[in-house]
């Protein structure tokens, strides 16, 4: 517990993550001692709780036990060809343009459960897009098309649940998640960023391309045949950069996830999701420093995916799903087709839903 508070401390929401953290807890819980006993969890994989794909657009809230692994291709791409002005405001009010971007980007996500409370995980990826400046190719300037494939950003996750969700009760599962992202776009290939300074809306969770970032989060979820709720809020403080010799300041990344899972077939593991998404970009840095790069006014985006998630064997299962975006500020106004695979591997036994 003295390590999690010290990691807690170097960022600034671990008083958020606190009182979020009593508030999903009953009143008349016993006292919260940051490890679910043997049983508890016993309690919980003995529930109800259909193997499947689970939602596309946050990371498991519940963890592996102890010794399961499972990799995640994941395949994500971006068509972009409006924008949302300086007010938060509907697509109805997007503009056509000044930019038109495309965009793919194929990521593998490695989660391991390192014991039955902490789970590590690691993601990398690819990324191709296209932009097109179309003001001045509406002015007759030309429009030459920026384009650029390379490696995308590299993510170093670990999880750590200290409440897992009681099957007799109201308490839900909810994990404090902590993330490095390694900009391997930048220090390997020299991948150009694309336009924005994001890599598409649904990199779990979003952070700016390109550079060295510190994530914190917390996480919940909670099963009631047929459903399953799960959301979170993230914070990603990114490191100062450099351009020309000038010190760069962006500010910093709120994310949030709330998702919706139905089930039709628990066998089949076939159901469908509803999954709320927001990025904003904040006005301000933990570290104090004014904002001189990126949007200065801050900026929003709030995109829905409807889904469809399925089992393939006892091991793999997978999802698809179309995300669009329903309001913005300062942002592109998009669609993003994507599809999830995932593969569990348990020393040879019989892998477990988390």
């Known amino acids: 517990m003295n390590v999690i508070n010290r990691v807690s401390n170097l960022f600034v929401i671990p008083l958020f993550m606190g009182a979020t953290l009593q508030l999903l807890l009953p009143l008349d819980s016993h006292p919260f001692d940051w490890v679910p006993t043997d049983e508890e969890i016993k309690k919980y994989r003995q529930s109800w709780n259909p193997f499947s794909e689970g939602p596309l657009l ?57 014991t039955n409370h902490v789970e590590l995980g690691a993601s990398t990826s690819m990324i191709s897009f296209w932009s097109k400046d179309t003001e001045s190719a509406n002015s007759g300037k030309g429009g030459p098309w920026t384009t650029d494939t390379g490696m995308g950003d590299t993510s170093l996750i670990m999880k750590y649940r200290p409440t897992v969700q009681d099957p007799d009760s109201a308490r839900p599962s909810v994990t404090l998640y902590q ?14 960023r694309p336009p924005g300074g994001f890599a598409p809306l649904g990199r779990l969770p979003s952070t700016r391309f390109g550079e060295l970032g510190f994530t914190e989060g917390v996480t919940f979820r909670k099963n009631s045949n047929p459903f399953r709720i799960s959301g979170g809020v993230y914070y990603t403080y990114s490191a100062p950069g450099s351009d020309a010799g000038q010190n760069t300041y962006v500010g910093d990344v709120i994310n949030t996830r709330l998702i919706l899972e139905h089930f039709l077939d628990d066998k089949k593991g076939l159901g469908y999701n509803l999954e709320l998404v927001t990025v904003s970009t904040a006005t301000w840095r933990a570290d104090g420093h004014s904002i001189n790069r ?32 329903v309001a913005g500020q300062n942002a592109a106004d998009a669609i993003y087709p994507n599809f999830s695979l995932q593969w569990y591997w348990n020393r040879g036994d019989k892998v477990i839903m988390r």
């Open 179 to 192: 993330q490095i992202v390694l900009p391997t776009s930048r220090w390997v290939t020299g991948t150009e």
């Open 58 to 114: 946050i990371q498991s809230v519940d963890i592996h036990p102890q010794g399961q692994l499972s990799v995640r291709p994941f395949f994500f791409s971006q068509v972009s060809e409006k924008s949302y002005g300086n007010r938060l405001s509907f697509p109805t009010d997007a503009k056509n343009g000044p930019v038109h971007t495309y965009a793919i980007q194929p990521l593998v996500t490695l989660a391991y459960g390192l």
């Open 294 to 325: 990126g949007s200065l006014n801050g900026s929003t985006v709030v995109g829905i995916e409807p889904a469809i998630q399925f089992r393939f064997t006892d091991s793999l299962v997978g999802a698809v799903g179309i995300l669009f975006t």
